[in-house]
């Protein structure tokens, strides 16, 4: 059995393209959520303050 992947530093690894970017058109577009809920995630943040 392999081990999963776990990224960590998302933020870092899309800087270069957060300016262009509206993370509240892409969260809605790609996951029908809420912008707030795609930052958590860049944070590694589940939706039950669990990382």
């Not at 690894?13 to 912008?35: E, G, T």
Request: charge should be positive; charged fraction near 20%; proline fraction near 2%.
């Amino acid at each position: 059995m392999t081990t999963p992947v776990v990224v960590t530093d998302m933020k870092r690894k899309v800087q270069y393209i957060s300016m262009s970017v509206s993370w509240r058109d892409f969260a809605n577009a790609y996951f029908q959520k809420s912008s707030s809920w795609f930052y958590h995630k860049m944070d590694g943040i589940n939706g039950n303050g669990g990382t």
